[in-house]
């Protein structure tokens, strides 16, 4: 049996399941089950297959646990041995915990990965099925190099995914009676991910203090007990391993006060230009002092502050992913820029605003091409070869529409200047010259594809060009052909550029023939692949006579 | 496009205009033609600045003898800044229209923090203590000592300016803030200085109020200004707490302290530079005796600008004998000191008018009512004696001789109220001598009589008679424009129930009442679930704002809001809600949405806009009353009413009212932006408060619309955002809000807007 050679982690005995007793092993890819007595596992689960445990509420008499696989089924284990139940339960527990995170992170990550590219991407299927279903080339040739050409662009995709944060996560924590004289918090995955996303601190007290020190369920205890949790609670004392977070906020809060604000239009500090002196004014008094601020009146002021930071590190949390490199580079451009007021750099981030501010864009003509003025930092490197700087938007979508009204405004308008007209004889000549079959038409007698062929025809023709582009595109990355892995693959893929053209090409071409007159549509396909074929013939015969 | 407004041609730098602005470019035509003062509202995001400053530079140029000179005072720097980027803009169309090159000089000034270069110096960043550096660096007696001893620290940049600077004229042109710094470093000159200079000979000058209104500051920049000049205060709604706060002066015991130390460190001074260079006070002592001739010469001949702190009465006199010596002086205020001190200490409330004090005074300590008068001036002469760089440090000593000065120049429009204890904590001593301003006409008097015209503008100015009142001045126009709309694009609501028919108010009875705050919790609920991106709520006082967050969060509502939107809030630290306020601008811009809680006459309520979807809705919570238990506000009532006949309800009204606009009129940022106005308190129903908002928020109210439910609100705002959701093209404004200039010319148009105008 090949259990024999794995590793067994736990066993645990008197578990039944379905009425039978048993012994319940957990090894190192599967968990089992076998009856007592025999020597075979009626119950076997790959970690990767199950999605998820579930166990039974404490104080219920029945001690179990079910395991929910992916496919939906589930077995349900009971554990009946009188004195240690509730133990064995929990160790199971415990290590599948441990372990069915790190399976399901393997669980086939590169199919699903496959299979997402697939379903995202329909040209990508089609692909896929004309060449690896049809067995023009394997699966493996297939995501050979798009494996490797995609990888950039799913880190991409990933990240757009990014998923905000509730700003009523903590809200969400619903505490409830047990009816003891007890609070029950329901904290999800999501919730504590939420919690340390929001609130770096209480993971990094999470990361120093659990397991050494604290269980997770203390962890949480202690977290929904703190006075960080409850802000407007006043201090309940340096115990509290969270007093050492509020400290570390408040000076996250004061260093983000400190560093200011970028807009100057909404920095309240330098709003007023003079302010009044001290002494002069007549509600100067009012606000001058009051050092004595009842209990109550803190604990309102700690509210606000606690909302603002709350809300600070939201959407902080939103943002430090996605922009962490922008943010970077804005960082960077202010320093040079705008970080002192004794350098003269003009702020270019004020002067932005106030023209934003000043701007009236209805009494403006709407119209009027936009145009992007080029700005050349280095000119030389701009005259060795275009180097992209910077993603810059050219043309708006909004440019585009006012140039074709434009372009179609003109076309109305056109009024032909009836004083400078050619002759009618220079004129027909033209025009017989232009006209299919003429001297200047005969390179490019095709019709429009679309007014020659049905539409079927057409995207059976877009779905050959693709493929065929696809095997050239493996064909031609082999060159130059320099291991023997490389000559390898560039024979096979001629073989299986003769493969699709007989497979594929041929019995297309013969459709159209049957339906058509010779329309020659397919004959760009033939050149492109007699083009590789005379590539590889070349190489060949230089092979051979460097052989010789 | 180029206008003809009563045959002035106007260059104006945009393809279209409003018809309010062509109507107020009409008006304030006619207010400049008849030399006179104007009050003019015009909505906000009309346009107005632009308006203005096309008109009036067109004046400029067609009779560049009537008017030399525009001053032009705004409130924020960010509002300096920007009405100079668009003067930018008019001067750049203009020169391209004509194809003249600029001869314009038009400069912003601002305050040392913002405009100084020295890299140490500009470094501290706080406004005192950049001046207090500054001078140090550049006072002329520092300067001569440098002759002697090289090695005491200068500023390059003053030198540069004082070497140079001085006889080269800034060459025409526009010079923000950022280019007068700029203009600066190239020529290694101080711009500040630069600066000061150049207003004097300036086309155009745009500063703050302070450089007018406030005597202090206006005496050394603004005095030689040319009479020749339009004055405007744009955002001018509270031009009257300018120019009062401008005037009082608030003394505690702390101050006296200080005080005493610094009358220590004069009579330290006099005695060495007795010892050591005697002639020096003599020759004091001689000037003083010829009086302040020279001030007075000058302001006959109509050269500088009046000082309220330096009475006419003074200049024709000689200072007193009592305190022409330094060591008598100084006794002097010694003198006064004690006196001031013995006042503290009372243990009940005093108030009393200029006079009874003077008397009292008199009775007490001898103290006449002549030398005090002159007892400003005497300070500023004997510190310039001395040569004391740190003007900083006698900050008090100042405020006291100025007030010694003010308490005896005027018999009215002031009152003095001693408290000896905060009313909030009785039981802690902390005495205060409030001598305070209740007649804001004394601080602006100066300007009205000074320039040709003065014209005080602003989105809320209603209701327009007032100002002329309590200013004392007689406009020869008061207009007030509306906003023309292709779409109505603000909503104003009135809520006056809760879904509970609970009646929805801030007044004081109600203040604490949960089914209120419950109430006004479910309309911030409700409401941060139908308006997309941002929402801003005011509140009546911070007070107010701090206690029901905390019933808020403690009923679990703020909770339900932040399923919404994020919620932020203003505190009273400023630095703490600019990030707030940049934080609640990223969460708009992000699409999260946000709420901002606030203050009604808090910082953000008065500076900060909040533009398209930067707000989609605002909500007024209660009617933002000022605290009415005060003293001085009191006194100032009574004096509104025996000296203007204006009640002290309708004065109280009235500047809730102008709050309340204010606030509201944030979110309209012009004629594509669109926005909600909630009332939140069923008292805004009555005619006499409605009747006070401005009339481009008024005439939207509907009698359907006065004493909505909770619910009936959210209906309505449903209503209305997905109307305003629909796409607003130019073209459907054209024609209606939106003129061209061809439209402008045509019959019908040009009656129509005259019309406008007359209604006003």
Known sequence: MASLSEEVLLVLKKVRQRKQDGTLYLMAERIAWGPEGKDRFTVSHLYSDIRCQKISPDGKAKIQLQLVLHTGESSTFHFSNDSSALTDREAAKDLLQQLLPKFKKKANKELEEKNRMLQEDPVLFQLYKDLVVSQVISAEEFWANRMSTTNTENTLSDKKQDVGISAAFLADIRPQTDGCNGLRYNLTPDIIESIFRTYPAVQQKYGENVPHNLTEKEFWTRFFQSHYFHRDRISTGALDIFSECAKQDEKGLKSMVVQGVKNPLVNLLSLEDKTIEEGYGFSAAASTSNPNRTGKENSNSAIIKRFNHHSAMILAAGSRRGDAPNDQASETSSTDGNSRDSDLFQPPIKKVKLQEA???????????????????????????????????????????????????????????????VLTSSAVSSAIAALSPGGVLMQTGTQQAINQMVPSEVQGELKHLYIAAGELLRHFWTCFPVNSPFLEEKVVKMRSNLERFQMTKLRPFQEKVQRQYLSANITGHLEEMLQTAYNKLHAWQTRRMMRKI | MKLNIEGLLVYFPYDYIYPEQYSYMLELKRTLDAKGHGVLEMPSGTGKTISLLSLILAYQKAYPLEITKLIYCSRTVPEIEKVVEELRKLIEFHCKETGEANNFLALALSSRKNLCIHPEVSALRIGK????????????????????????????????????????????????????????????????????????????????????????????????????????????????????????VNITRRTLDRCTSNVETLQTTIQRIKETDAAKLKEEYRRLVEGLKEANVARVTDVYLGNPVLPAEVLQEAVPGSIRTAEHFVGFLKRFLEYLKSRLRVHHVVQESAPQFLKDIFQKVCIDRKPLRFCAERLRSLLRTLEISDLTDFSAITLISNFATLVSTYSQGFTIIIEPFEDRTPSIANPVLHFSCMDPSIAIKPVFERFQSVIITSGTLSPLDIYPKILDFRPVTVASFTMTLARTCLCPLIVGRGNDQVALSSKFETREDFAVIRNYGNLLLEMSGVVPDGIVAFFTSYMYMENIVASWYEQGILENIQRNKLIFIETPDAAETSMALEKYQEACENGRGAILLSVARGKVSEGIDFVHHFGRAVIMFGVPYVYTQSRILKARLEYLRDQFQIRENDFLTFDAMRHAAQCVGRVIRGKTDYGLMIFADKRYARADKRGKLPRWIQEHISDGSLNLTVDETVQMSKHFLRQMAQPFRQEDQLGLSLLTIEQLESEEMLKKISQMAHQA
């Open chain 1, 358 to 420: 000043i701007d009236y864009l209805d009494l403006q003509r709407e119209d009027g091409p936009k145009t992007v003025a080029l700005n050349l930092k280095k000119s030389d490197r701009y005259a060795h070869g275009p180097v992209p700087l910077e993603s810059q938007k050219y043309t708006t979508s909004q440019d585009i529409i006012n140039s074709i009204t434009c372009i179609r405004h003109e076309m109305a308008n056109y009024v032909p200047n009836l004083a400078q």
């Open chain 2, 129 to 248: 203590e950049v001046d207090g550096k500054c001078h140090s660096l550049t006072a002329s007696y520092i300067r001569a000592q440098r002759l002697s001893d090289p090695s005491l620290p200068s500023c390059r940049f003053y030198e540069g300016f004082d070497a140079i600077g001085r006889q080269v004229p800034l060459p025409p042109g526009v010079y923000n803030l950022d280019d007068l710094k700029e203009f600066g470093q190239k020529k290694g000159w101080c711009p500040y200085f630069l600066a000061r200079q150049a207003i004097l000979h300036a086309n155009i000058v745009v500063y703050s109020y302070h450089y007018l209104l406030d005597p202090k500051i206006a005496d050394l920049v603004s005095k030689e200004l040319t009479k020749k000049a339009v004055v405007v205060f744009d955002e001018a709604h509270n031009i009257d707490n300018v120019c009062i706060d401008s005037m009082s």
